[in-house]
């Protein structure tokens, strides 16, 4: 059976939905770019065209965030798992060219503090371990845990935060797109990042891959370094955009000569794609044309306040048909504090063993996707901007229904 | 002016053309991809539609390259560049866990043996010399030239070769794209690399980026790794094949643990994408589902020996018209050794100050994108697969045209 795109409503994790008229131009702008006779891949990145195209969407972006000059917009590869890595070896960097006539056998590794409130600040977490390795000489760094809600499950936020004066960084992941826990929650203020509690000379690190756009980020300015991965609100996958605090564009080649740092690609080098304006090497062409056409879209629709206002009652009407159900016993919702809870993925489960039931009524509705990571089973529905408040309110009906029918 | 495709000729070095009828359908799947009311790049990457794509794509390179079992095909993200350092901290890993039982302070930093014949061969070279940096400690290695035409400026490959015994790797760029010199040159075998010469438990790299697919890899089973940017033969930028031997994919966090080797950021440990079918983390899908629709075409155009009998007429062509030109002194060919001539990149200069001619006449006749790099100046004309057979004919027509009216 051949579907059309109005007959289903997609609610994946990511790779997400894109919005119909981006998709339409970019499929306009892959065989003819413009009138020029070739389609956008087949362009130098060096050439006008695809100049006019990454320079729009970082100034669309910065709009958009209004993000401060003090930061430079990369766009990478590799997305956040790559920039777990590199997030660490700038850092690292920076803080050794920081202490340039400090001999390496009297540099202390520098303390890296870690929020762990799901999967992906976990994995943040053992990366930092991992490049902390140095055989039988001293580690590169000292990672650990500021905060965690490991003990709960990642099903709230951590209740308790401990910050290390003089650590090197301080990372947290606003939203868990697995476990469905989100900083800046749907509810309200209460579940904040403890913004406050950081000391001021840690670099401040936030993964957005999730949330990014779905909102203003809050105190943008304080942070060093935010990254995300496209593949959520913003674009394809095969690009990842960093902003990063000026200070921390350093020359890693000069820090690896001093020594007491893991060695830096310089691919990861965030000064050597600043520099560059991106384009050190030849960039994920298509993905950021696809990105900057979403970003056009997300200007046009008003910024980012009107995408939250959406996004706001997207997902309070979710939450409130899910609510609504768990108390008739048909479903039960994974996060338990409630301040918590991701307004971009809704992880939930089927109870009385009607999970399947669930799925394949929500497959005959044109419903898409809701299957949880399959490291947590159940039922996951992410509702990033290309979800319309008209697909939710399907699925909220849906969910009535089912739950009625218990 | 808005053109139409057929009006133009594109001979850009990379992002370069793709073949029309694969573009079309990738349009068709940008929007819905099989019927399912979704496009390709809001897909899971792990759902059964993904899978099909990757591995159709993994099993039709295996065939169109006649590789062995005996090496995995990896699809990873950041192009060449990346891969001058990935290479490197996967030969340092497995080198060093070979060695397990000699302590860090007793363990030679090992040889890498670098064949530089252009700027790309410099760059990896220059990626390796600061991957050894290691502060007031040993050297993680120690990289030197095994050969060189840089005296030549590179109008040349190499006249000698030094490759050390017990060197961890020789690498070697097949094709230089800004330079226009390869070793598998259009005139025949007595440009080739020096296979016999390559110690035999030196792990061999190749950098094939851009004559990749081109036609079948000489001596592909002899090679420890080759990799290629997909942006020239084989589909948009974003995405990078890496063709690695077993033996080759290692541990690279036991390697740090051991110490003396460099750190190696997860997502550039060929082991992790191997074990994961290069689903470690999201990989970039449409770069890979394109690339995926060009191998299909090669498989249906006959496979890399078609493939090559067209590249090759093209270039015998155009190296024709090119030497017919340089009779009349209306132009200069830039590589000087006949056997070493890329059939991708060609790259030549115009006399008599007639270069603004040249392209103003060649803009007009819908020829695009023969500037050379900019380091070089000059013209380049890339005639990569998807460059027909016809367009480089009108452009010898042209070439002859300027010639005669010098």
């Known amino acids: ?11 994946a994790a990511g790779p997400s939905p894109l919005p119909t008229s981006v998709l339409e131009e970019a499929a306009r702008g892959l065989l003819n770019y413009n009138g020029t006779g070739m389609g956008v891949c087949e362009l130098s990145h060096r050439g006008k065209e695809f100049k006019a195209i990454i320079e729009g969407a970082e100034a669309d972006l910065r709009s958009l965030l209004k993000l401060p000059d003090s930061h430079a917009v990369l766009f990478m590869q590799g997305g956040g798992t790559t920039q777990f890595a590199s997030v660490v070896l700038n850092v690292l960097a920076a803080r050794r060219l920081a202490h340039a006539s400090t001999p390496t056998e009297q540099y202390e590794p520098p303390v890296l503090d870690y929020v762990v409130s799901g999967s992906w600040s976990a994995k943040a977490y053992a990366e930092a371990q991992r490049l902390a390795l140095n055989g039988d000489g001293k580690p590169f760094c000292v990672p650990r845990l500021a905060a965690s809600s490991k003990e709960a499950k990642y099903t709230s936020l951590p209740s308790a935060y401990d910050f290390s004066a003089g650590a090197a960084l301080a990372f947290y992941c606003e939203n868990e797109t697995i476990n469905g826990d989100e900083f800046a929650g749907v509810a309200g203020t209460d579940a904040s990042f403890p913004f406050d509690k950081v000391p001021k000379d840690t670099v401040l690190v936030a993964d957005y891959s999730s949330s990014f756009l779905s909102r203003p ?17 913003l674009g394809p996958s095969g690009v990842t955009v960093v902003l990063v605090r000026r200070d921390l564009l350093v020359d890693t080649t000069a820090a690896m ?68 159900a ?63 408040l008209e697909s939710v309110h399907k699925l909220c009906a849906y969910i009535d229904e089912f739950a009625a029918a218990a």
Request: proline letters at 4%; aromatic letters at 8%; hydrophobic letters at 40%.
């Open 1 to 11: 059976m051949s579907l059309d795109r109005s007959a289903v409503h997609n609610f």
């Open 326 to 388: 768990e108390a008739t016993g048909a479903v039960t919702c994974v996060v338990r504090q409630k301040a918590a809870r991701s307004w971009m993925n809704v992880p939930f489960n089927i109870t009385n063993g009607r999970e399947a039931e669930f799925l394949k009524g929500a497959e005959a509705r044109g419903f898409r996707q809701l299957k949880g990571h399959r490291s947590v089973g159940g039922i996951r529905a992410s509702i990033y901007n290309a979800v319309t």
């Open 217 to 233: 980020i809050p105190n943008i300015a304080q942070h060093g370094i935010i990254y995300a991965g496209a593949q959520k609100n």
């Open 257 to 324: 000569k001093l020594g007491g740092v893991p060695a830096v690609p310089i691919q990861s080098e965030y000064k050597t794609l600043a520099d560059n304006g991106s384009l050190y090497n030849t960039p994920p062409v298509f993905p950021i044309y696809v990105s900057a056409l979403v970003l056009r879209h997300l200007v046009a629709q008003g910024g980012l306040d009107k995408v939250a206002e959406v996004n706001k009652a997207k997902a309070d009407a979710l939450y409130a048909s899910l609510d609504a």
